[in-house]
T-cell receptor
Framework: AQSVTQPDIHITVSEGASLELRCNYS??????LFWYVQSPGQGLQLLLK??????LVQGIKGFEAEFKRSQSSFNLRKPSVHWSDAAEYFC?????????????FGSGTRLSIRP | EADIYQTPRYLVIGTGKKITLECSQT?????MYWYQQDPGMELHLIHY???????EKGDLSSESTVSRIRTEHFPLTLESARPSHTSQYLC????????????FGPGTRLTVT
């Protein structure tokens, strides 16, 4: 069965510094991979997704992620974080079923920004 | 901008009460989902729907029930609320084009006392 691991529960970075959030997945076939962001008191917003093709995926808000099959990883990166990036970030893996796609979410990484 | 709404946003209710959490979307999406999320934890799928008159249980066992009488509406009901139901409930929708892109509502934070 597919699963997602986000090894970092909480990360703090300084504003303007670079960011990398780790994500490892377990899935037998080529996975569909996602990163979502959740601001306090809000629902989840899709940052980016990988289905196939170029392993470096660009998303919204200046985020990117790189799919590495050999490492079963899909790490999220941003070259320079802003205070507004403080939020909870969820990595997810999806599998297609007959009619409904089911997405498995990681436990999330909380990002704090140091002024 | 996704148009998916959940009401109420916050609810505090006593044990034994019947409650319905509302979820509506204006995008005409066929697929809808309910997730349960505890603080600092991952989302767990509790119900989903392919379309009108279609409902399925998700991966996490839940005492709640859902209905899908209209495309835009996917309410979740707890017949008798218990403290163990205290959690955040997130509704999501997805178009039927295999995009796998789910749009989430803001969530309902439920507290059962």
């Amino acid at each position: 069965a597919q699963s997602v691991t986000q090894p970092d529960i909480h990360i703090t970075v300084s504003e303007g510094a670079s960011l990398e959030l780790r994500c490892n997945y377990s899935y037998g076939a080529t996975p569909y991979l996602f990163w979502y962001v959740q601001s306090p008191g809000q629902g989840l917003q899709l940052l980016l997704k990988y289905f196939s093709g170029d392993t470096l995926v660009q998303g919204i808000k200046g985020f990117e992620a790189e799919f590495k099959r050999s490492q079963s990883s899909f790490n999220l990166r941003k070259p320079s974080v802003h205070w507004s990036d403080a939020a909870e970030y969820f990595c997810a893996v999806g599998a297609g079923y007959s009619s409904a796609s089911k997405i498995i979410f990681g436990s999330g990484t909380r990002l704090s920004i140091r002024p | 901008e996704a148009d998916i709404y959940q009401t109420p946003r916050y609810l505090v209710i006593g044990t034994g009460k019947k409650i319905t959490l509302e979820c509506s979307q204006t995008m005409g999406h066929d697929k809808m989902y309910w997730y349960q999320q505890d603080p600092g934890m991952e989302l767990h799928l509790i119900h989903y729907s392919y379309g009108v008159n279609s409902t399925e249980k998700g991966d996490l066992s839940s005492e709640s029930t859902v209905s899908r009488i209209r495309t835009e509406h996917f309410p979740l009901t707890l017949e008798s609320a218990r403290p163990s139901h205290t959690s955040q409930y997130l509704c999501a929708s997805e178009s039927g084009d295999l995009s796998y892109e789910q749009y989430f509502g803001p969530g309902t934070r439920l507290t059962v006392t």
